[in-house]
């Protein structure tokens, strides 16, 4: 059987479809008592003919080429070759015109006037009549029907459920609702259904009182029954071995004895010493507070989540700042004055500025390493903060106009004022300073390190095995020459340590022979307990605990032998910082001239590496006594003004007229000169 032709519900809503399939008719809703209507043509283009809104507002093109439009002001009824038949406005003593147009063979429109308006469907043997016209909510007003009550005010009569009603239908509704789940006798009108019910209330009526008797009393045994097994359940505070003096409280229903005895740990070494401690102290899970505040605790409380290393035992990450002392505007002066031979390194910021507290975050870490000594010459910085947000006197004296900025003092003397890059950024890939080549033979690792490295904005080579990469490097020599750069072909070469045998020869001869100073790192692959172990033997000395130089404890011989350094597989953004930190020192030492700048770290923006590097070029300028000039002592121009403000007692002297010209109409014979008639 085929589809049906019309489809709609039981308020009219629907389509109707020609034989052909195509829609003939469609019906919305807008409003519960109005809709939209459409009709179209039975053409491949499903052309409009008819479209009529619930406000009978629309348009119908008729066969004969003849147009009917209706808006909210009136309507228009023109021939087919443009001219108005018939116009008309909307109103009481308006009588529109009787129109019927042929739509189609299948459709027809009727009009009369806005309240009788049709439009007929006609074809294989189905007909639908469409009401079109304009549907109101109500047709009269309600003073048609209000009533005057004996103060004079009309009371509207609106058809409508009293409360009385409605409770009555709440009543009979809810008596009906228990009568069917509940059915009793008495309610009943059929005969043989009435002696049936009444046969069953004989037997279970009285099931609840002969079988559910009271709660009987069980004495003080059961209570203390109840208790114990209570203390039973709650978990018992295990013992150390290192306490004193007799048990008291609730004794021994709330102690155990300590999960792991003393003289059973002292045969234990290693990596079982580390798992027996794991057992005893089980990790805490992140609590909700930490992961639901969208980070902010991340710092503040250390967690669980880093890699254990000898100079991280926990696993504990820490940020390792510390906070930068605030100093009042008023006081800078007198403070910078009295550090002496120190460098007073001032962050200028604001506490509601985004940019300014990621600049403060950075800041502090450099505090933490000063701090903890873990600089050269530790004692000769000194990191605060001023609030710019408190006093104009910063701005007025230094300048200091866009934030977040960096002011350095030495002996009272500025030596320097600048803003250091601001916020920390990620560029394109094309501003990358390394070539990377990644040698990864295992397809699952290789998508996920180029995903990681996509991520980054890395910009890489990839290669599955030495002659790839031999290739590879070919073409990028070549390259390189063409474009006048230096001949290395890659800075940093990723090998994995799943890599074969017999490509770690062709590898080793490419990038470690010869003139090659690439830095081979190798990609640990580390599971299992074995795994664990070698974690353990291998020292992670970097900033961010990836990377690792002891390589044979965590690489296979053939690739160890390659290998500068190595970090865990898969690859971690961590990691690849620490990377780039590498490369920038080896780029730093191969550098011309002592202290030059690393230009290929400028992309990473404000960093802790790059703020203390301007700390120790600060402080060597101030040793060598190159300061900067304070702003505020410095001669300021005389401003000069844009007209006098004394008599001018000079004679005007006007240029040359053109030949043919006169110099009277260029003269304005009103304009006064003191000390002289006016022309």
Known sequence: MGAPRLVFDEQGRGMAYYASGRVAACCTAKTSYSSCFYFYRDDKKNTPLCTIDDKMCGFADAKDGSRFVLSKKGGIWSDGDGTIRREWTWGEGSKPPLVTLKLSNELTLEFADRETCEVRLRFANCSRDFDVSLKVKRKGSYLDTATRGLKGALDPQIDRVSLSQRVAEVGLKSQALKNTLHPKSGVLTNAGTRSIVAALEAGFDTYDETHNPGAVFRGRQAFQNSVAMTRSEVPRIALTGDETGPVVGLGDTIYSSSKCEPSSTLSLVGLELAHELERMNPKLKRSQMIRGASGRYDEVIPVYGGVPTARNPSGKFESGRMALPRIEPADLESYVGSKGDQLVCVLCTRFDDPVCCKAEAVAEACRGEVVRGEVRDASKYDLVKVEMAASRRIADRYGVYALPAFLMFYKGSLVYAGQLGGEKIRVASEFKPYKMLYVEPTFSDMIWGEKLLRKLRFSWDLCSSAS????????????????????????????????????????????????????????????????????????????????????????????????????????????????????????????????????????????????????????????????????????????????????????????????????????????????????
């Not at 940093?492 to 340590?497: E, K, T």
């Not at 062709?506 to 307990?529: E, I, M, N, T």
């Not at 780039?580 to 690393?598: F, H, I, M, N, T």
């Open 468 to 679: 790839e990469a031999q290739n590879l490097k070919t073409v990028a020599e070549r390259a390189s020459i063409e474009k006048g750069e230096r001949k290395a072909a890659y800075d940093v070469v990723l090998v994995a340590d799943s890599l074969a045998v017999s490509d770690a020869g062709p590898l080793q001869r490419l990038f470690k022979q010869g003139d090659g100073d690439a830095l081979v790192v190798g990609l640990a692959a580390l599971k299992g307990p074995e795994g664990a172990l070698a974690l353990s033997k291998a020292r992670f000395n970097s900033k961010k605990q990836g990377l690792t130089k002891d390589v044979e404890a965590v690489l296979p011989s053939h690739v160890a032998s390659i290998c500068d350094m190595a970090m865990t597989k898969p690859l971690k953004g961590g990691a690849l910082e620490d990377l780039l930190e590498v490369l920038g020192d080896r780029r730093q030492k191969l550098a011309d001239s002592d202290g030059a700048p690393s230009q290929d770290l400028d992309y990473r923006g404000l960093t802790t590496k790059s703020l203390m590097r301007k700390c120790y070029s600060a402080l060597q300028a101030g040793q060598s006594g190159r300061t900067i000039a304070d702003p505020s002592k410095q001669k300021k121009r005389k401003k000069i003004p844009l007209a006098p403000s004394y008599p001018v007692t000079k004679k005007w002297t006007f240029p040359a007229p053109p030949l043919d010209q006169k110099i009277e109409p260029l003269i304005d014979l009103t304009f006064p000169v003191a000390g002289h008639t006016t022309l």
